[in-house]
C-alpha cells in the first residue's frame, strides 16, 4: 500500500495549491446525491482520478463527487474510495477541509476496509493514515515533503463535544445527551467539516462527534464508504470508538449503495458509554 500512500502525498500538495488559488464558483453538475458541486469539488476528484490513474495495485476508484465505480486495473488489488474535499462549502469563510481516502480489499463494507488516510487543509497540511495493524500517524507537510510526527492515541474520557444536524430534527434522547455533556462541563467544538472536527478531537485526547438520525435526515448525513467508515478505522485504532444509533460498529458497516450515510458516533470510551445509557443500547 506504500503505493497508494505516496499517491495521497503528492494529491495533498495539488489540491491544496488548487483551494488557494482556484475559482471558488459552483460547477455546472450536481453530485449522484444530488447536492450542487463546487468547481473545487471537481478538479478535486480530477486530481485524484488522474494520479491513481497509474498506481498498479488499484484496481478501483470510488468518488464521492461520482456515481459508479471506476475500473482501473483487473490486477490491482485494492479499491479506494474517497471523498476528494469534504466540507468544500467551508472555503469561502476560510475554515479547515479534508480529503478522505478508505482503502478497501474485496467487497465494499466495512471489514474489508484494510486502511485509511486524511488530508486536513488548515493554516498546515497535516496527513494521517491507520491501517488494521498500526495506530494512526500524524504528518506534517514541511518544504514539499510529509514529516512523521507521531502517534496518535485517544485518552479514556475528552473534552469536546461536537454534535451535527439540524438541532430542530434532532430526537429528545439525543438533544438531552447533548446537553447532559454539557452539564458535565463539555465544551462545544463544531465547524462543520467532518475531518477537522474528527482531527480535533483525536489530537485534543478525546471527546464525542455525533452526526444523529433527525426527522429530516433519519439516516444521517455522512457517507459510509467515503466518510464514516474510514474515520471509524482511525478513532477504533487510536482507542476510541465507532458505532451508529443501535450501537454496531461502524468498521461492520455493509452498504448496499456505495452512496449510502448512516447515523454516526465517534468517540472516547467514556462517551460513547454514556451515549449507549443514553440511547437505551444494551452492552
Ligand atoms: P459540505 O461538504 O456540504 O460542506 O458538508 C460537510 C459535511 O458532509 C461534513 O464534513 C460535516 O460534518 C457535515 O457535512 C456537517 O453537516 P451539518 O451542517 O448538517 O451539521
Known amino acids: 500500500m506504500k503505493d497508494i500512500f ?9 489540491i491544496d495549491h488548487a483551494i488557494k488559488t482556484e475559482d471558488l464558483g459552483y460547477s455546472e453538475s450536481e453530485n449522484s446525491s444530488g447536492e450542487e458541486q463546487l468547481k473545487l469539488d471537481v478538479q478535486s476528484d480530477l486530481i485524484i482520478e488522474k494520479a491513481f490513474a497509474n498506481v498498479s495495485s488499484v484496481k478501483a476508484l470510488v468518488s464521492e463527487e461520482k456515481e459508479g465505480v471506476l475500473e482501473l486495473s483487473k490486477t490491482g488489488r485494492y479499491t479506494v474510495c474517497y471523498d476528494p474535499l469534504d466540507g468544500s462549502s467551508l472555503v469561502d469563510v476560510n475554515l479547515s477541509v479534508g480529503s478522505i481516502f478508505g482503502i478497501y480489499e474485496g467487497e465494499l463494507e466495512g471489514k474489508n476496509l484494510v486502511a485509511s488516510a486524511y488530508v486536513v487543509y488548515g493554516p498546515r497540511i497535516e496527513l494521517v493514515i491507520a491501517t488494521r495493524e498500526s ?6 507537510a514541511m518544504d514539499s515533503k ?3 510526527l507521531g502517534e496518535i492515541t485517544m485518552n479514556e474520557k475528552g473534552k469536546l463535544n ?4 439540524t438541532q430542530q430534527h434532532w430526537a429528545e434522547h439525543h438533544k438531552t445527551f447533548i ?6 462541563g463539555y465544551r462545544l467544538r463544531y465547524s462543520g467539516g467532518m475531518v477537522p472536527d474528527l482531527h480535533q478531537i483525536m489530537l485534543k485526547g478525546g471527546g464525542l462527534f455525533s452526526y444523529p438520525s433527525t426527522t429530516d435526515k433519519p439516516e444521517g448525513k455522512l457517507r459510509q464508504l467515503f466518510e464514516v467508515i474510514p474515520f471509524a478505522l482511525m478513532y477504533e485504532q487510536a482507542g476510541a470508538e465507532a458505532i451508529d444509533d443501535r450501537g454496531e460498529r461502524l468498521l461492520e458497516l455493509v452498504p448496499s449503495h456505495p452512496h449510502d450515510t ?3 458516533f465517534f468517540g472516547s470510551k467514556y462517551e460513547i458509554a454514556a451515549l449507549k445509557t443514553a440511547y437505551g443500547i444494551n452492552g
Open 162 to 165: 461536537a454534535s451535527g444536524g
Open 6 to 14: 505516496e499517491t495521497i502525498k503528492n494529491v495533498a500538495f495539488e
Open 146 to 148: 510529509f514529516k512523521q
Open 135 to 140: 495506530k494512526p500517524m500524524l504528518y506534517l
Open 179 to 184: 446537553d447532559s455533556l454539557f452539564q458535565e
Open 262 to 264: 448512516t447515523p454516526c
